[in-house]
């Protein structure tokens, strides 16, 4: 699991803008829907018969093996759009250096398409660098011809917020060809004179195995299925960290401190976990977080937890109320914000909103 920035756990752990992400529209192309349907169930890894597609650029060749059996129904679309020619003389029209290098769109203006639009599919793998996805709307089912590919490990975080956007295949050739097409056009959003794809062809390769998650990542993965979907009429956006992810951030004392804990608990620091899930509009916000090492009581933890998350604020003497039926330490943010904190098993857990019955949002967690 690549690296993931850590989401601010101020004032309201905002996420990532929606304007900062990959985005498609369709227009007029006259080419055909694939016949494939999404997976009744999701895989559990990204995984393909080898099939995979040669762009011959103005630069040099990329070669995208498809994940068609994780993602049937993108990865057929990709390989019908690009065996029929589609992708022709088209450029890429976006370059975000160390996020996305994006393509597809024969008009070149981020909103074009094929004429049709593909149904989601469920999100299978990790957002990291070679990792090829399907660009689409905010709306669903709204991806056409447009792709893009990662450029750095560290886009994770603002993609993985989302997770929309259907990972159907890996560069395993021309990673350098990728970056020097990124190198050779000023960033923008939509490039005057892009480089161009100028033939594509198909051909079989051999797919790199993926690395199981590691322990860390099991931990990390079981935190974020605790946290809620929706909470007071808000649909949350959800990230989860590793502490190998998010740590160097972090006090080395207060880690020190937890680790100490960690030890006495016989439980091993490396496993612990963070996420976070957000969301607002113009009446509030909701912020939730929860940290866990799994092993080590919630209430043993809750103090240092504290100041790591939230460093900017006095943790050492909060006040203790009842809400929701859970003893909570609250914690002045300043600015009249709060954060509710309190523990349940081995989880701390964060609630910080705007919405006035926080004793419902406290008492729903798990």
Request: hydrophobic residues 40%; proline residues 7%; charged residues 20%.
């Amino acid at each position: 699991m690549p690296h993931r920035r850590l989401l601010a756990l101020g004032a309201a752990l905002s996420i990532v803008a929606v304007s900062a992400l990959p985005a498609a529209a369709q227009d007029e192309r006259p080419h055909g829907p694939p016949d494939a349907t999404p997976n009744p169930v999701a895989a559990d890894t990204p995984a393909g018969d080898g099939t995979a597609v040669r762009l011959t650029t103005e630069l040099g060749d990329v070669v995208i093996g498809l994940f068609n059996e994780s993602a049937p129904v993108a990865a057929e679309n990709f390989y019908n759009l690009a065996n029929e020619g589609y992708y022709d003389g088209v450029g890429f029209h976006r370059a975000v250096p160390g996020f996305v290098l994006q393509g597809g769109d024969p008009d070149g203006t981020g909103t074009g398409g094929p004429g049709y639009t593909i149904p989601d599919e469920e999100v299978v793998g990790q957002y990291g660098r070679g990792v090829v996805a399907m660009a689409r709307t905010q709306e669903p089912n709204s991806q056409g011809s447009q792709f893009f590919i990662i450029l750095d490990d560290e886009a994770e975080g603002a993609l993985e917020a989302f997770r929309t956007y259907t990972i159907f295949g890996r560069v395993i050739e021309g990673m350098d060809v990728v970056d020097a097409i990124v190198a050779a056009r000023e960033p923008s959003d939509q490039i005057e004179d892009p480089v161009r794809i100028l033939s594509t062809s198909v051909e079989q390769v051999e797919l790199p195995t993926p690395e199981p998650p590691s322990a860390a990542e099991v931990a990390a993965d079981e935190l974020g299925s605790l946290m809620p979907q929706n909470v007071a009429g808000y649909d949350l956006q959800l990230a989860v960290y590793t502490l190998e992810q998010v740590g160097a951030q972090f006090d080395r004392e207060v880690l020190a401190e937890l680790q100490g804990l960690a030890d006495s608990a016989e439980t091993d620091l490396g496993l612990m976990s963070i996420a976070q899930a957000s969301a607002g509009d113009e009446a509030g916000f909701v912020s939730i977080a929860a940290a866990s090492v799994p092993g080590l009581p919630g209430e043993t933890a809750l103090a240092p937890i504290a100041q790591l998350l939230l460093p900017s604020a006095d943790t050492s003497d909060p006040e203790q109320e009842t809400i929701g039926g859970r003893e909570t330490s609250v914690i002045d943010l300043g600015e009249g914000q709060k954060a509710y904190v309190f523990a349940s098993g081995d989880v701390v857990w964060f609630v910080i909103t705007t919405v006035e019955d926080v004793a419902s949002i406290v008492s729903s967690l798990p």
